[in-house]
């Protein structure tokens, strides 16, 4: 389906989740099912901040239920997608097996999604957020991140916010959640530019990844700014916030690639490069990676054009 860009309505600052949507795109299904996963995203904020975390787990109670809150995000977002009436299959990082969720293959959806990124770092409080991929019919392998119609990240932090990308719309856009419960558009990025701030995930890689050393040694000496949390979700969406920046997680022999395709380095390849940024395994595109099986892994980087070319060159290039 393509859109008549004459009919195109501009979004604005301000407008609500289901303004925006009305005017990005004209799919009533595709439409609910956000609006279903804005739904679950706000509850799991609220379990999120409600957990308690004196054990080794963070957990919330859920009915009579206790769980590990990975696991309660895990559980509302397969209640959201079977209730939205519009997802055929689902997956996630914990049940990463496809779930039939009673949708339709025509006009319906499939999504893959990492409930809770960052699981390990709950307790200490840092940010912590739900990584998800929506891609058309029953599909989520043979296919690539570039099928996606839209990916999103919902962000549990001092604020929290949903972050979305629609395939056939301009920009990544980043909604508030108010008091009262809505989704407010706050945020929108069509561009990202140079600036030095460096997010280097899986150092433990240089020890025998000469060229991830030299890359980051590069880095140091040419004094970037270091802003690593240890979660994908708050360190990537710094790069769309502050519209610079440069994220890394390289694999070596004996530290391998730990980050899903499926479930995090595809949608978050949508969100980047919707954002107007760039993102690589090394050599190419992770959008362009065909997703050959639901648990595969690969190493990956997003950031600005200028720093994608950098990162590319150094594991890679001929110098
Ligand atoms: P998970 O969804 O299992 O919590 O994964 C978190 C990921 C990602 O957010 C982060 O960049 C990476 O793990 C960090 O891994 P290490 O702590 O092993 O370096
Ligand atoms: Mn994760
Ligand atoms: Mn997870
Ligand atoms: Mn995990």
Redesign the pocket.
């Known amino acids: 389906k393509t859109r008549d860009s004459s009919l195109v309505t501009r979004c604005e600052i301000g407008d609500s989740l289901e303004e925006f949507l009305t005017k990005a795109t004209s799919d009533k299904g595709l439409i609910r099912l956000l609006v279903c996963m804005g739904e679950a995203l706000r509850t799991i904020a609220f379990k999120v901040k409600t957990a308690s975390c004196g054990g080794t787990q963070c957990v919330n109670s859920f009915g009579d239920e206790q769980l590990a809150v ?1 696991l309660l995000a895990n559980k509302l977002l397969f209640e959201a997608l079977e209730y939205s009436h519009f997802c055929k299959y689902a997956c996630s ?1 914990e049940i990463p097996e496809l779930q039939d969720m009673g949708g339709p293959v025509e006009g319906g959806f499939s999504v893959a999604f ?1 409930p ?6 709950v307790d200490t409080n840092f940010t912590v957020g739900t990584i998800f991929g929506v891609w058309p019919g029953d599909k989520l392998t043979g296919v690539t991140g570039r099928d996606q119609v839209a990916a999103a990240m919902g962000i549990f932090g001092p604020r929290t916010t949903y972050v979305l990308a629609l395939k056939d719309y301009p920009g990544t856009h980043e909604f508030l959640l108010l008091d009262e419960g809505k989704w407010q558009l706050v945020k929108e990025t069509t561009s990202i530019g140079e600036g030095k701030m460096f997010s280097p ?2 150092l ?1 890689a240089t020890s025998d990844n000469p060229d991830y050393d030299k890359l980051i040694n590069y880095y140091v000496t040419e004094k970037y700014t270091l802003r690593y949390t ?4 708050p ?1 990537v969406n710094q790069i769309i916030v502050k519209e610079k920046g440069i994220f890394t ?1 390289v694999a070596s022999p004996s530290a391998k690639a ?2 899903r395709l499926l479930f ?1 380095v595809a949608p978050l390849g949508l969100l980047i490069e919707k954002a107007g940024g760039f993102s690589s395994d090394g050599h190419q595109s992770v959008l362009d990676k065909v997703i050959n099986n639901i648990d595969e892994r690969t190493q990956v980087a997003y950031g600005s054009k200028k720093e994608i070319i950098r990162f590319e060159e150094t594991l890679y290039g001929n110098s």
């Open positions: 990975d990082e990492d809770l990124d960052g699981s390990s770092i995930g899986n433990r240890g979660g994908m979700v360190d997680n730990k980050l995090e």
